[in-house]
């Protein structure tokens, strides 16, 4: 083992300017016993795995592999978060894992069936968009049959050389039987089972379910294959939660919330699981009224002003709600809409007649989680160029980087998908995004200040700001250009069907954290600030951090009796683990930078660039997360309705709402130079080694308790819990 850790201990491969890159690679990306028994992967390892994974699938030629490989190691150009986890792996070259490799897909709710594969995608890493729209759900049978539901024996009551692998149906008249399989495909079935059993016509009236988890391994094993830990915690009560939905609609159709809540508790238990993190996108109706007000009051106070949630709805926070509008929204649509965004942080709208115009007449909006992707029934596969990386004068460099982009998700177009839905979908309409991170650092590096100084005075249409927009259009172009060349040059050598949209921008929350770019098209959060990670406690990771030098703090969710926050991560009554890394944006010190508050940049100037990467980068739609002040929402309302009304390209977007008051222990928090300069100090200081991998080693004798990335590869997916 000493040998293997002297062969394996490096220089970090990260840059400097990401100090967060080797704790978020090791949590996310790194896979034990791979490469090495009992051991992560290193970054070539993974870069080993995936590359050689993406060229046999692609078929590619040696200089296409040879271009990969050096824009990956250089990391100038990615793969999506789900291929650097499983890509390469003898799971992911399984036709029924597949999915998988995906970042993110999107179902129509018409049958029974749906609700199950979008269990299965869950718990293969994949972000699950629902289209729960009137004519999709109408499909649905009507409720006839009510379920009496009980577990008749506990998890891991069965030796594990006798557990079933497959979910076993046992029929007696109205008895039902579900022996749960020990696997992915039991956990689903039995799932589907009990939804299917309540408009089943060859039983009648009251149905008993007898559901038996004997064969479902307990927590703490190992998941062979995918990777991470057993943990069903919440799977023996999804079966009574569903029933009760069910139960509840007897003698009609169930409506669109309802067939939410029955999504959303699958989603949860895979969460609960261990097995990933959420990533879930809803789309409803606009006149859809039920749906409107889902979340409304989901959390309640009682007279002692104790805050506890609805447990019927407490499943509704597994994804985001989106309401789609057919007809183009009045002002005062948009209006109530962001407002309502402000104050509860839901309601967006979606304008369908610009996804589907983009879809070339197929008639397609649906969304992906974080609505980054356009289609129907779909997969998307995305990779990531990282701009801050790449020379804003080297066209060449930028060129080959896009090049490696389109070529890594036009790989993936050689799959053919079991479900004939989806594998339908793909011969209909392929679909790939190549998306980018760091474009402000980029434009930073090209323009300079003034071009901030531009920023903060609202990005005007000057004389200047018209120079700098023209500038920004040449860039964005030439990029979607590229892509779109190279998509359909790919395709064409390998008879298949042309994708006609390539492009798309996602939140990038996660790999920008392997180069420290900011996120996306998004400004970065300031020139210096304090990024928090998530950890469970004692986590190796954690661990190895703290060797690093990082200091470790516990999460806003432990707090003693009187609700006050912990201060000691050790503390028997913490659970979480928050690491703090001071992070500083590579252009921070150039001359003038430090005077300008990126985080006051106004959400108006934010639209206005987030428009420009729309319109001229972007074929299917932008991830966007726009934040703005209580005095925006009429300014900002305005802006989006004259966007759709003028059909400047606009789909869907975010808003978050900016509060002055401080908060504790946030994802982000900006600090002076001083403060950042101190704590780097105090990091150097405290730090008991200069090499991660060989701090990790210390630690890192447990198995991965995530598998992988979330979906969408960000945090931008995950709601957080708020009041």
Same mark, same amino acid.
């Not at 002055?660 to 080694?689: G, W």
């Given at each position: ?119 299965d995608l869950a718990m293969m890493g994949c ?36 557990r079933l692998p497959k979910t076993d149906v ?441 428009? #420009?990467?729309?319109?001229? =980068? +972007? @074929? ?6 726009? %934040? *703005?002040? /209580? !005095? ?32 504790p222990r946030l994802p982000f928090e900006k ?16 730090? #008991?080694?200069?090499?991660? =991998? +060989? @701090? ?6 447990? %198995? *991965?308790? /995530? !598998? ?16």
């Amino acid at each position: 083992m000493v040998q293997n850790i002297d062969r394996l201990r490096q220089t970090s491969p990260f840059p400097d300017s990401a100090p967060a890159a080797n704790s978020v690679f090791y949590r996310t990306y790194s896979r034990r016993g791979e490469k090495t028994e009992g051991m992560r992967e290193t970054w070539d390892e993974v870069c080993d795995r995936t590359l050689r994974g993406i060229a046999e699938l692609g078929n590619l030629t040696p200089a296409e592999a040879d271009l990969l490989s050096r824009m990956q190691r250089q990391i100038k150009s990615l793969p999506s978060g789900r291929w650097l986890w499983v890509g390469g792996t003898e799971w992911a070259a399984n036709p029924e894992n597949f999915s998988g490799a995906y970042n993110c897909t999107s179902t129509n709710v018409v049958d029974w069936r749906a609700f199950g594969l979008m269990m299965d995608l869950a718990m293969m890493g994949c972000g699950t968009g629902a289209v729960l729209e009137p004519k999709y759900i109408a499909q649905l049978p009507a409720i006839r049959n009510r379920l009496n539901v009980s577990v008749i024996q506990d998890i891991g009551a069965v030796p594990a050389e006798q557990r079933l692998p497959k979910t076993d149906v046992v029929r007696e008249g109205d008895r039902i039987l579900i022996r749960v399989g020990d696997s992915r495909q039991g956990w689903v079935s039995s799932y589907q089972t009990v939804l299917e059993l309540s408009t089943d016509p060859s039983v009648t009236g009251e149905v008993t379910v007898e559901i038996d988890l004997g064969s479902v391994r307990p927590a703490g094993e190992r998941l062979k294959g995918f990777g991470g830990m057993a943990n069903p915690i919440r799977l023996p009560g999804l079966y009574e939660r569903c029933a009760l939905i069910l139960n509840k609609a007897i003698g009609r159709q169930l409506n669109s919330i309802e067939c939410c809540l029955l999504i959303d508790e699958a989603a949860a238990c895979v969460v609960a699981g261990n097995i990933r993190r959420s990533a879930g996108m809803r789309q409803f109706d606009s006149e859809d009224a039920i749906a409107a007000g889902a979340k409304e009051n989901l959390w309640m106070q009682d007279d002692a002003g104790n805050w506890r949630i609805d447990p019927e709805r407490d499943a509704l926070r597994m994804a985001n709600h989106t309401r789609v509008f057919h007809r183009k929204p009045t002002l005062e649509d948009c209006t109530e809409a962001v407002r309502k965004q402000f104050y509860s942080g839901e309601g967006a709208i979606q304008w369908a007649g610009e996804a589907e115009r983009r879809a070339q007449g197929l008639g397609r909006y649906g969304l992906n989680p974080c609505g980054e992707i356009i289609g129907q029934n779909f997969h998307c596969n995305l990779a990531e160029i990282h701009l801050n990386q790449l020379d804003p004068q080297n066209l060449k460099e930028q060129e080959e980087a896009f090049t490696a982009g389109a070529l890594s998700v036009a790989a993936l177009l050689n799959h053919q998908f079991q479900e004939p839905r989806y594998q339908q979908s793909r011969l209909d309409d392929p679909i790939v995004g190549v998306s980018f991170t760091g474009l402000f650092d980029f434009f930073v590096n090209a323009f300079g200040v003034e071009w901030l100084r531009w920023w903060e005075a609202g990005r005007p249409d000057t004389i200047t700001g018209m120079a700098f927009k023209a500038k920004e259009q040449e860039y964005l172009s030439r990029w979607k250009e590229v892509v779109h060349r190279v998509v359909g040059d790919y395709c064409d050598r390998h008879g298949l069907k042309r994708p006609n949209r390539c492009t798309t921008v996602q939140p990038a929350g996660t790999k920008s954290l392997l180069t420290g770019a900011s996120p996306g098209w998004h400004p970065p959060k300031a020139q210096r600030f304090i990024r928090r990670i998530t950890f469970r406690k004692n986590d190796p990771v954690a661990l190895a951090c703290m060797d690093y030098g990082y200091s470790i703090v516990p999460s806003q969710s432990d707090k003693d009796d009187q609700g006050n926050l912990l201060d000691d991560p050790f503390d028997p009554r913490c659970t979480e683990w928050l690491v703090e890394i001071p992070v500083e944006v590579p252009w921070a010190n150039l001359p003038g930078a430090d005077e300008i508050e990126i985080e006051k940049f106004s959400a108006l100037a934010q639209f206005d660039f987030y428009m #420009q990467v729309q319109t001229h =980068y +972007t @074929a299917h739609n932008t991830s966007a997360t726009i %934040e *703005l002040n /209580e !005095a925006e929402i009429e300014p900002l309302a305005q802006a989006i309705y004259g966007a759709i009304a003028q059909d400047k390209g606009y789909i869907s977007a975010a808003l978050l709402a900016r509060f002055n008051a401080p908060f504790p222990r946030l994802p982000f928090e900006k600090i002076s130079k001083a403060t950042f300069e101190q704590l780097s100090a105090a990091v150097v200081q405290r730090q #008991q080694t200069a090499d991660f =991998y +060989t @701090a990790l080693t210390r630690y890192d004798s447990g %198995e *991965l308790m /995530e !598998a992988g990335p979330a979906g969408c590869d960000s945090d931008k997916c995950m709601l957080p819990e708020t009041k």
